[in-house]
Nanobody
């Protein structure tokens, strides 16, 4: 149904930065929030950041707070995750999440690999 497209992953040295982008397109849906999770093979998918579409309130876990910044462009249905001071433990596949009416129901992107070398 709704298509979620991510970009911006890559290889970076520890302390470096990357910017991920995610765009949602396709059939009409009620956009509730957009954000990011990441996942290491064999581990649970973990929350990274989210932004409420109506008010723009952002949410971050302690692991990324102060390093990652999530922003939105409502005109293009795009969110950007600026990742600063990257650490090797940030290495994972990052998946964009689009909430359709609520956070629990929505769509996932295919994922973009972020690798941080030490």
């Amino acid at each position: 149904q709704v298509q979620v497209t991510e970009s911006g992953g890559g290889l970076v040295q520890a302390g470096g930065c990357l910017r991920l982008s995610c765009t949602a397109s396709g059939p009409t849906f009620r956009r509730y929030a957009m954000g990011w999770f990441h996942q290491v093979p064999g581990h649970e998918r973990e929350f990274v950041a989210a932004i409420a579409w109506s008010g723009g309130q952002t949410y971050y876990p302690d692991s990324v707070k102060g390093r990652f910044i999530l922003s939105r462009d409502s005109g293009t249905n795009t969110v950007y995750l600026q990742m600063n001071n990257l650490k090797p433990e940030d290495t994972a596949v990052y998946y964009c999440r689009v909430g359709d009416g609520e956070w629990e129901y929505g769509y996932w992107g295919r994922g973009t690999q972020v690798t941080v070398s030490s």
